[in-house]
T-cell receptor, first 113, second 116 residues
Framework: AQKVTQAQTEISVVEKEDVTLDCVYETRDTTYYLFWYKQPPSGELVFLIRRNSFDEQNEISGRYSWNFQKSTSSFNFTITASQVVDSAVYFCALLNQGGKLIFGQGTELSVKP | GAVVSQHPSWVICKSGTSVKIECRSLDFQATTMFWYRQFPKQSLMLMAT?????????EQGVEKDKFLINHASLTLSTLTVTSAHPEDSSFYIC????????????FGEGSRLTVL
């Protein structure tokens, strides 16, 4: 079975705190892609990152960083020095070899001033 | 990145009427488009996969006669919710893929349907 699990339903932090959003996936595919999307209250999905299964290098983009650990099937997302504008629902997703994008349940992040 | 546009952004209709939502790839040709439905506070659930020129493939539990999908050109897919009922009220999002191997998916802005 292919599945993406985001165990944290809601997270609330105070501005400037660091926060990590967890993502664990299940797949038997040897080739797959992992994604993170941000969904603000307006509803549109904002693409944050795509990582293929052969690239385990961690990535940093400004205040965002991602930790891909194939051994534990995890693809965690960390926001450093969070800001109020980071408040949104964040989705982790898996693109399988069949071409279907499977989303996790989402984590609602609330950053308070 | 590539642009995918959905129209309308939001629609309110009466129960029993049909509603059509369009998904257009504006600057690329999309051989495959996907339709998702998202209920409040929930994740995006794939409804169907639409390939240009062929019948859509529906996920288990999605009624193909109720959610009609047409992908008549490489830049347009439509989702028609037939005989809509209040329980069909949801946020519908499409995504488009230009190539089967790159993993590049582009999402529309979503269409919010409210059935009274």
């Amino acid at each position: 079975a292919q599945k993406v699990t985001q165990a944290q339903t809601e997270i609330s932090v105070v501005e400037k705190e660091d926060v990590t959003l967890d993502c664990v996936y299940e797949t038997r595919d040897t080739t797959y892609y992992l994604f993170w999307y941000k969904q603000p209250p307006s509803g549109e999905l904002v693409f944050l990152i795509r990582r293929n299964s052969f690239d385990e290098q961690n990535e940093i983009s400004g205040r965002y960083s991602w930790n891909f650990q194939k051994s534990t099937s995890s693809f965690n997302f960390t926001i450093t020095a969070s800001q109020v504008v980071d408040s949104a629902v964040y989705f982790c997703a898996l693109l399988n070899q069949g071409g279907k994008l499977i989303f996790g349940q989402g984590t609602e992040l609330s950053v308070k001033p | 990145g590539a642009v995918v546009s959905q129209h309308p952004s939001w629609v309110i209709c009466k129960s029993g009427t049909s509603v059509k939502i369009e998904c257009r790839s504006l600057d690329f040709q999309a051989t495959t488009m996907f339709w998702y439905r998202q209920f409040p506070k929930q994740s995006l659930m794939l409804m169907a996969t639409s390939n240009e020129g062929s019948k859509a493939t529906y996920e288990q539990g999605v009624e193909k006669d109720k959610f009609l999908i047409n992908h008549a050109s490489l830049t347009l897919s439509t989702l028609t919710v037939t005989s809509a009922h209040p329980e069909d009220s949801s946020f519908y999002i499409c995504s488009a893929r230009a190539s089967s191997n790159t993993g590049e998916l582009f999402f529309g802005e979503g269409s919010r349907l409210t059935v009274l």
